[in-house]
């Protein structure tokens, strides 16, 4: 389906897919289970991936690789359900270059070939972030000249590594705090506000075909973050500076309304000429669990994926994880948790039904 059109069928019926989302229930139903005795073919046609590329949406989820390695149900559904992958650590600076000068992409080129054998397309995550760095560039005393160096080796040397084998990349990562200041990181500080523009000239030069994003959470809907950024982005086109997407995290917790002005916010990129994608999605959930919280969950996740669909160069949602076994949430948010579409045992609950529908609807099946 025309992204044009993929907006308009989603505008009409909007509405009415809200009220037909709460219907289903978390747990499996009778049509869940008369799926299973489907042929494989038409079990496939159904997955996330394959409606979503209908609607001319890539689907995605960030990969642990300990849980890639060692769980069978984990590794199938990542093959199985989505059309693009991006990793949730290994390609992190701390993780490719442990030790200055000396690089591992062991992990990182095992992801790529993992989607390489399943069809799937690859964000990279990502080149330039405050956290997650290296002890020996955290702890280093390096003059602004010499950062600088250490950025533009590490960019050059990451992307060019990959090559070819990157769909999308997040350049740079959090740049902005929530009242719409840059943030006070290692790299604003040595190297001030124009580190943004040389990290995507430098990822640029290295692979002129991958697209480059800037990626940060909190801007779902208008608001000073948002605007903070639209308006560098705005001037970092304006500048010539390759910068081709915007990344919106999508990090929500139901006790917060959902941003139900995103298309609006996202349609200021759009009018930009700039591409958009939802990158991290997860939904997170005060324990314990109960069906008010998980139709609350499965809300803002379709807040989300309509969002994106009604935008018309949004070109991919990704959930942050697809499984509660291997959530992130437990260990950062206290007493928070259950925060993606598939429970432990990989059963679907409210949130994947959501999205289902949202996007059977986008493609035409409504």
Known sequence: MHKANRAAVVGTAAAALLVSTFTVAASATPENAAQHTKPKSDVAAKTLGALGKRADLRIGTAVDMSALASDAPYRAKAAGEFSSVTPENVMKWEAVEPRRGTYDWAAADKLVDFAEENGQLVRGHTLVWHSQLPAWLNNGDFTA??????????????????????????????????????????????LGPGYIADAFRWAHQADPKAKLFINDYNIEGVNAKSTALHNLVAQLRKEHVPVHGVGIQGHLDVQYSAPHDIATNMKRFDDLGLETAIT?????????????????????????L??????????????????????????VFKGEGAANILDENFEAKAAYNAMSADLALAAGRG
Not at 152 to 177: L, M, P, S, Y
Not at 181 to 190: F, G, H
Not at 285 to 291: A, F, G, L, Q, R
Not at 313 to 330: A, I, L
Request: hydrophobic share 35%; with cysteine; charged share 25%.
């Open 280 to 304: 991290e999605a997860d939904v997170r959930i005060p324990m314990p669990v109960d069906n008010t919280k998980l139709e609350a969950q499965a809300e803002a996740y379709d807040v989300l």
């Open 145 to 190: 000249d010499e950062l600088r160096d250490i950025l533009h080796r590490h960019i050059t040397g990451q992307v060019t590594h990959f090559k070819g084998k990157i769909w999308q990349w997040d350049v740079v990562n959090e740049a902005f705090n929530d009242d719409g200041t840059m943030r006070n990181s290692i790299w604003l500080q040595k």
């Open 306 to 331: 309509r969002g994106c669909l009604l935008t018309e160069h949004c070109t991919d949602f990704t959930v942050w994880g697809f499984t509660d076994k291997y959530s992130w949430v437990p260990g």
